[in-house]
């Protein structure tokens, strides 16, 4: 079992970039062959990562989780799936090279310096602990997602504040369904991420008696659920629109990154004691 973990862990930045690369192919010419092609590589891509993602799961008997280099694999399928959700919802394809190359890298990453890691915590093991894993990585995918389509949002804007009518402009959809995008990846994102901490609430002080709620990781993810949360509800109740919307989710992704730099290498973290 474990050589063919090995094999699919060095093909997956293969496959990734090798879907980017239809991706970026189709960006760049507007080729009507490549649609259905392009969607093709990234559902089989996504398969076989989610392959690789079990075996390891049941080869080393714990949730992929327990390093950061297992995690930066889960995030990578996180994001590209996430990515391929939103675009059968929404039929928009034009954005996949932006998001693609994200999940390349994280993917190239972790296949460089990932372990196969048999001695775990026992607490690693726990199922329960790998859905609030993941399901918060899933949550900050879509807030990764959201981030990009803002900064396209805000790349659009300016080429046409400036009257430049390139590649940008004919290729990306228009400002309004840029910043739609950007609010439902939020929505997305902000829904996990909210399963996610009630899930932590529930079930972590037993697995931890002497967690405190001023951890960084907590305080951190806290403040990027209010500030999404509160772009959610003006977005609904007040009816921003626009870049308000569109520099609130890139100020709560800055937040997000912050955070995870901060608890993971900056502090001291029960989140990690991987």
Known sequence: MIPV????????????????????????????????????????????????????????????????????????????????????ITDIRGTGPFIIIISFVFQ???????????????????????????????????????????FLYL?????????????????????????KLSFYSAVIGFVLLTIAIIIGIIWLPSA????SYLDPKLIGTGLVWLLYGAGILSNLIVHWKGKKLIVLSITGFVIAILSTIISNFLAQSFHSFY
Not at 111 to 128: C, G, S, W, Y
Not at 165 to 173: A, D, E, S
């Open 5 to 88: 973990i090995h094999f699919l862990n060095y093909l997956l930045p293969v496959l990734y970039l090798t879907t980017f690369s239809a991706y970026f192919y189709d960006f760049m010419k507007g080729e009507k062959k490549f649609i259905n092609i392009k969607r093709l590589f990234l559902f089989l891509t996504l398969l076989i990562h989610l392959v690789y993602l079990l075996l390891r799961t049941f080869e080393f008997h714990h949730p992929p989780i327990t390093n950061v280099f297992e995690i930066f694999t889960v995030l990578a399928f996180a994001i590209t799936f996430s990515y391929f959700l939103l675009e059968l």
């Open 108 to 150: 190239f990453i972790s296949t460089l310096f990932i372990p196969d890691q048999l001695a775990v915590k026992e607490v690693l093991r726990n199922n329960l602990l790998g859905i609030h894993v993941i399901t918060a990585l899933l949550g900050y995918s879509g807030f990764t997602i959201s981030a990009v389509y803002s």
């Open 155 to 179: 790349t659009l804007y300016k080429d046409l504040k400036h009257n430049r009518f390139g590649l940008i402009f004919n290729r990306l959809p228009n400002l309004e369904v840029l910043e």
């Open 208 to 211: 931890f008696p002497d967690i």
